[in-house]
């Protein structure tokens, strides 16, 4: 079955780029691309990727590049909860590493990995702006700081619910 938005979505789609001058539509690429993950379960494949890329008529290439370089894309399927650890300096002087190594070993995931039971996934990411608040992730819009071995064991508990 081929890519394709609801007339919803293509009604927002079009909202999105009428925002900016003509010939400016590569302007609305970063809503569109959250709407397209949003639309086809959590991920962009490569025909979303192609398709977003007809739709905005821009080269595949020029949708790639940004898909693959903002971690808040998915290119391949995730879990209900993506448990999202800053790997930069602080997050990583103040013990980043360890909180990966301990959902590795409570979930048995490694970043880039999802749970069999498809409720988890664990992604690595560069810097989310909340050094003072280190070891800390993302989860969707909220953030978790000053993670623990505790704070992680709650963590999981509150999502398994």
Not at 15 to 43: C, D, I, N
Not at 82 to 104: A, K, R
């Amino acid at each position: 079955m081929p890519v394709q938005f609801s007339e919803t979505a293509l009604a927002e789609v079009k909202r999105l780029v009428a925002r900016y001058p003509e010939g400016k539509q590569k302007s609305a690429l970063l809503p569109v691309l959250h709407l397209a993950q949003e639309q086809f379960g959590g991920w962009l494949s490569t025909e979303t990727l192609d398709y977003v890329a007809s739709l905005l008529q821009l080269s595949p290439i020029e949708v790639y590049e940004v898909a693959t370089f903002y971690s808040m894309y998915n290119l391949q399927p995730v879990g209900k909860h993506v448990f999202e650890v800053c790997q930069t300096g602080p997050c990583m002087l103040n013990g980043s590493d360890e909180i990966i190594e301990y959902v590795w070993e409570k979930l048995g995931i490694r970043p880039g990995q999802t749970t069999t039971d498809g409720l988890f996934t664990l992604k690595t990411v560069e810097c989310l702006g909340a050094c003072g608040y280190a070891p800390m992730m993302q989860m969707g819009k909220h953030y978790r700081e000053h993670l623990t071995r505790d704070k992680v064991d709650q963590i999981i508990a509150e999502s398994r619910k």
